[in-house]
């Protein structure tokens, strides 16, 4: 179907063409000359060429709505493919990404406009912050090969001094050895070889000496002398003292020799010893002398764990359950000792939620700093799930781990005379077992606000970070380096802000809400990470839906304008021809 986009009124010009072309051919009549009936053509031709130029015809034709996004390292094998499948589909490459055949470039900023057109994404795929710019996202996406290097990583928060942390990656191995070595700015902490090719696990160990905000370094050497290092800012929290509260049926070297070890780290204890239904005996470190006969909501606010055993627990009046059950809902840490799981109370209240499998074993063994240890248990496996974590294990079971329970916590050790350890002289390894238990199983941060970053690691210059805040205080303020930022609440959830800050220069950076918490972040250099990068937003690109007509070739109409220089040309020729007829 034709149309016009004249800007003279149609009537006027078609009547003035008329006109025109009905003197011109009266003109080219009465010339006496050769060439009369070709003359009359072209003079036809040339007012069919100012028709085109003063009304400018317009055509729709149907092409596919269906748009191939360009990222980095595309395979042009793939493309070749795909146009080859969906010839119609229009190619447009991001900008700083090379062109294919053509391709239009387009930036970030221009998704919102094409997002219904979007079929596939072939490459890296599209950043987060792009990602967070469309509200369709049902594209299909075709990655491009994985770059070498580091692909996961991570690291079990919170991060303490004097405690052996460990880290957890996947390295993409390509061709030939590679040695991966931590090191911390007192020197190197661990190293690993990975000589296999394709997605390879690693796990490096560190022990940080102090607190605060420190650049460990992560170099691959390649087995042909290529090397590169890449910064793992790491923050070192300062350790807090907790009150713990221990209820035993009676004294024991295991309870006496926790005691010490807790004491000597900074903890506060109240200690009580039921020698009979109504006489108790007390012992307290770094606490005032005090006592109590019964457990009470009071009382279990105070402190950040409960140590009970399981005689212990079983004096416990229904009404003493019922408070303990509720404390550890609000946040209270439960760790059960001395627990036989086929005679765990089975009362209205389980305080024993795991399930448990007897074997022959009645010991267990382990390697710790390096050192392999044995140390008798019950002879039970407590069953792994998902819901169970567990801080301590072996091969073969979980010896020491946890379940969350409301806000709180409830958690076994099935490690028995651990003080052996310390009468032998390796104290070190009696605190690996025994440090880790305590602060997991224990009350969280009790703080009312809590900042959180939602972006993977790592973040880079210039790009948006994105901040959650769980938050009690009404109308809370959250400053980055000395900028307070907007904030907007969840629309569904209670007490839950969110907020967007753009990455400053590289280096530590510092979020906080007043004096209620803070959090320390990492800018990295653009050239560092890129291998995590890469794998991170290949990932977040995978993860789009891909609904049915992500694939289908859909037809639009577009209208189209004829090209005005055909009709320039063809006005130039005729005149020539008329010009050049006489003189044939």
Not at 409 to 437: E, R
């Amino acid at each position: 179907m034709m149309s016009f986009n004249s800007f003279l009124p149609i009537e006027l010009a078609l009547t003035v063409l008329i006109l025109l072309a009905a003197l011109f051919t009266w003109l080219e009549w009465r010339r006496k000359q050769s060439l009369r009936i070709a003359r009359i053509i072209v003079v036809g031709l040339m007012m069919l060429a100012l028709a085109g130029i003063f009304l400018r015809p317009i055509y729709n034709v149907e092409r596919s709505s269906s748009l191939i996004i360009l990222t980095n390292n595309y395979d042009e094998k793939k493309i070749d493919s795909l146009v080859q499948l969906y010839g119609s589909a229009s190619l447009k490459h991001i900008e700083g990404v090379r062109p294919y055949r053509g391709s239009n470039k387009i930036t970030y900023h221009d998704l919102p406009s094409i997002q219904h057109d979007i079929q596939f994404v072939v490459g890296e795929g599209l950043p987060n912050h792009a990602l967070d710019l469309l509200d369709i996202k049902t594209f299909q996406f075709i990655s491009s090969n994985k770059k070498e290097g580091i692909i996961q990583l991570h690291i079990d928060k919170p991060i303490l001094a004097n405690r052996k942390h460990t880290i957890n990656g996947l390295y993409y191995n390509k061709s030939g050895k590679t040695k991966i070595v931590l090191k911390s700015p007192a020197g190197n902490e661990d190293s690993i070889v990975i000589e296999k090719k394709g997605e390879q696990s690693f796990q490096l160990s560190f022990r940080p000496k102090q607190s605060g905000n420190l650049s460990y370094e992560v170099i691959s050497e390649k087995a042909d002398g290529n090397t590169w290092s890449e910064i793992l800012p790491i923050h070192i929290e300062v350790s807090q003292p907790l009150r713990i509260l221990f209820l035993q049926s009676y004294p024991t070297f295991e309870t006496q020799y926790l005691k010490n070890f807790l004491t000597a780290k900074g903890h506060q204890l109240l200690l009580r010893y039921q020698l009979s239904k109504n006489n108790f005996r007390f012992e307290y470190g770094n606490l005032p002398a005090q006592s109590f006969s019964r457990l009470t909501n009071e009382l279990l606010n105070h402190f950040d764990l409960l140590v009970l055993d399981a005689n212990a627990l079983n004096m416990l009046s229904a009404s003493e359950q019922t408070i303990l059950h509720e404390s550890v809902q609000h946040g209270l840490g439960l760790l059960l000792m001395n627990i036989d799981p086929s005679k765990a109370p089975k009362g209205k209240i389980n305080f024993f939620p795991f399930q448990a499998q007897k074997i022959k074993t009645d010991t267990a063994s382990l390697i710790l700093a390096k050192a392999s240890i044995t140390l008798p248990t019950p002879p039970y496996r407590i069953t792994e799930s998902s819901s169970v974590k567990s801080i301590i294990k072996n091969k073969s079971r979980i010896l020491s781990g946890y379940k969350n329970q409301g806000f709180g916590k409830i958690g076994f050790q099935l490690l028995q005379q651990t003080y052996q350890l310390t009468l032998s002289g390796d104290s070190l390894n009696y605190a690996n077992l025994w440090s880790p238990v305590i602060e997991n199983i224990s009350r969280q941060n009790t703080s009312s606000s809590k900042i959180k970053i939602k972006n993977p690691f790592p973040i880079y210059q210039d790009e948006p970070i994105d901040f959650e805040i769980i938050s009690s205080v009404e109308n809370p303020t959250l400053v980055v380096d000395s900028i307070t930022l907007p904030l907007h609440e969840d629309v569904m959830i209670d007490d839950v802000w969110y907020a967007r800050a753009w990455a400053a220069e590289p280096g530590w950076h510092t979020a906080e809400i007043s004096e209620d918490a803070s959090l320390h972040y990492y800018v990295s250099k653009n050239e560092e990470w890129k291998s995590l990068t890469i794998a991170n937003q290949i990932k977040a690109n995978r993860l789009i839906n891909i609904v049915s007509h992500a694939t289908a070739k859909k037809k639009i109409m577009e209208s189209k304008m004829v090209d005005p220089i055909y009709f320039y040309i063809l006005f130039i020729l005729s005149a020539a021809f008329l010009w050049l007829a006489p003189k044939l």
